[in-house]
Structures are given as C-alpha cells and as structure tokens.
C-alpha cells in the first residue's frame, strides 16, 4: 500500500532529504585521485553522525558501510574498499540519511580528476533523463510517464537503461511501495497521488543493459564492462507538480 505523507511527514521528509543532500554537497571536494572509497566513506559517515542523523545503509540487509561507491562499471551498491580512485575515473556516491526516523536518499556521479569526454556525455545524459523525470510527475500521471520518458531519452542518445534495480517509496521506511521503473509506457502504471514520496535513480549504461552481481552479493557491474552512470533525488508529489526533497545550497544537480 502507498503511503500518503501528513505534513508533519512531509516537514521530516525535507529535513532529512537535506541532510542527505548536504553530504553530497560537503563531500565533493575529497573526491580526487588517490582518495580510497573507504575513506569517503568514513567522512560521510562522521559527517551524519555529527548532524545527529543515522546512515541508513549500515547493517541494512547487511551491508557493511554507511554509503554506497560504484566505481566505472559498477551501477549500484559498490561498497567502499581501500581501493584508490584514478584519474579519468567516474565515482557514484550513493547517500540515504535517518532524521527523526523519516528517510532521505540521493546519489551523484562525481568525474575523479579531468573527465573523459566520453563519461561526460553519459554522464550528463544521465543527469538530463533525472530532470526530464522530475518534470512529468503530477497529480493524475502514470508511474510509466516517468519511465518512458527516461527511457525514450536515454536510448536516443544510444545508452541503455538498467532494469533490474528501480526507484522506491521512501519515508519511515527505506524501500516502500511504489516502485518506480526507469523503462516503460507512457499512460501505464500507477497514478500518483498528492502527498506521495519516492525516488527516482536513473542508471545508465554507455553499451548494454545487462549486468551481473559479485561474489561480495552487492555490487552490480555491467556485464559488458561498459561505464555507467547514476543520479537520484526523492520526490514529493505535490498540488500541481513534484518538490525535490533532496536539494540544498550547493546542489549541482
């Protein structure tokens, strides 16, 4: 069943996406070759352990570490190692905060160093099939208006969309009902509510959309070895369109 928020919910929503948001905005500047993905994120972990918050992927279903690094060709879940990040790589930064009990999660995909050009256009595509998504949602659209029109856009450009990970409801809970597809049909899939909160997180493959899991039972890489890209911001349907929670000064994206 889906959640519809109060606005005292509402009002922890923001609070919690901020901090979230935040951490994303603090972190960038570490982010340059040389640097470990463990020690990005030992810093973001400090760093929500100060603002009196909960990382909310520690010991979730197990997993060891309080953010999420996918390194290249991993598309979701990497989890943070002393391995050192190159020059010319690209990084995702995978953030979900505990405020007050109420859910806040986002993630980027940083350039290490001086980007390839070739990670750049994948990149921003990404960014741009985020934005495009962001703008169709409304009271009386479809879950499938938000897929396709990533879909649409991300396969012109010659990119695909992953298909076996998806955004989700968030709130009290980390992952709740709706999904939310980055593939489908327009006028298909549930229609949103005013009050709904969801993510949407796009992830993009420079060559095909298949991947597969390593043996750590986390981190998904493409099967082709090919680059792939991700952004996510949560979502609240409002009156007459959508307020991204995730958003603070600072925020590039």
Not at 135 to 163: C, M, N, W
Not at 176 to 195: A, C, I, S
Request: glycine residues 10%.
């Amino acid at each position: 069943m889906v959640s519809i928020k109060t606005d005292e919910e509402i009002e922890k929503m923001r609070v919690t996406g901020r901090l979230a948001a935040e951490v994303l905005v603090m972190i960038e500047s570490y982010i340059k070759p040389g640097v470990t993905t463990n020690e990005l994120n030992d810093i973001c972990h400090d760093y929500i352990i100060k603002k009196g918050a909960i990382p909310a992927p520690l010991n979730y279903r197990g997993f060891p570490k309080s953010i999420c690094t996918s390194v290249n060709d991993e598309v979701c879940h990497g989890i943070p190692s002393d391995r050192k990040l190159r020059n010319g790589d690209i990084v995702n930064l995978d953030v979900t905060t505990i405020v007050d009990g109420y859910h806040g999660d986002t993630n980027k995909t940083f350039f290490v160093g001086s980007p390839r050009k070739n990670a750049q256009k994948l990149t921003e595509a990404t960014k741009i099939a985020l934005h495009k998504a962001i703008d169709v949602v409304r009271p009386g659209a479809h879950l499938g208006d938000i897929g396709a029109t990533i879909q649409q856009f991300v396969e012109r450009k010659g990119y695909s969309v992953v298909r076996e990970f998806c955004g989700h409801g968030i709130g009290a809970k980390f992952h709740d009902e709706p999904q939310v597809l980055h593939f489908g049909q327009f006028g298909q899939g549930m229609e949103l509510r005013q009050g709904m909160t969801f993510t949407i997180e796009p992830m993009v493959n420079m060559g095909g959309r298949e991947l597969r899991i390593l043996d750590d039972n986390w981190t998904a890489v493409t099967l082709d070895g090919s680059l792939s890209a991700q952004f996510e911001h949560t979502i609240l349907v409002t009156a007459d369109g959508a307020e991204v929670l995730t958003r603070t000064e600072g925020t590039s994206f």
